[in-house]
């Protein structure tokens, strides 16, 4: 049975920074996933944040603005995003995403971990 656990969300201040993590297990060769990172709102759509795909190629949506890095470490079944220079507007819940690169369907999410910025 396929994973995520997503850890890290708590409250920060405005400006402050956070680190997220999100654990894959039962996921099997974990490297020949994409990975990522979303986010939702109260009353808003689910929305991309960052993206790393099997090769490391990566993706950040346009808000980002360079706050944020995604990374991957193989060898732990991990993926971070380390968040800088944190707004308001950036509170929200965080999820984790695997899709698998090769074959179809192959696609979870994990419970997210909520981030909230406020002084």
């Known amino acids: 049975q396929v994973q995520l656990v997503e850890s890290g969300g708590g409250l920060v201040q405005p400006g402050g920074s956070l680190r997220l993590s999100c654990a894959a297990s039962g996921i099997g060769s974990f490297s020949i996933y994409a990975m990522a990172w979303y986010r939702q709102a109260p009353e808003k759509q689910r929305e991309l944040v960052a993206r790393i795909s099997s090769g490391g190629s990566i993706q950040y949506a346009g808000f980002v603005q360079g706050r944020f890095t995604i990374s991957r470490d193989n060898a732990k079944n991990t993926v971070y995003l380390q968040m800088n220079s944190l707004k308001p507007e950036d509170a929200a819940v965080y999820y984790c995403?695997?899709?698998?690169?090769?074959?179809?369907?192959?696609?979870?999410w994990g419970k997210g971990t909520l981030v909230t910025v406020s002084s």
């Open positions: 995403n695997a899709v698998h690169q090769f074959v179809s369907g192959m696609n979870y």
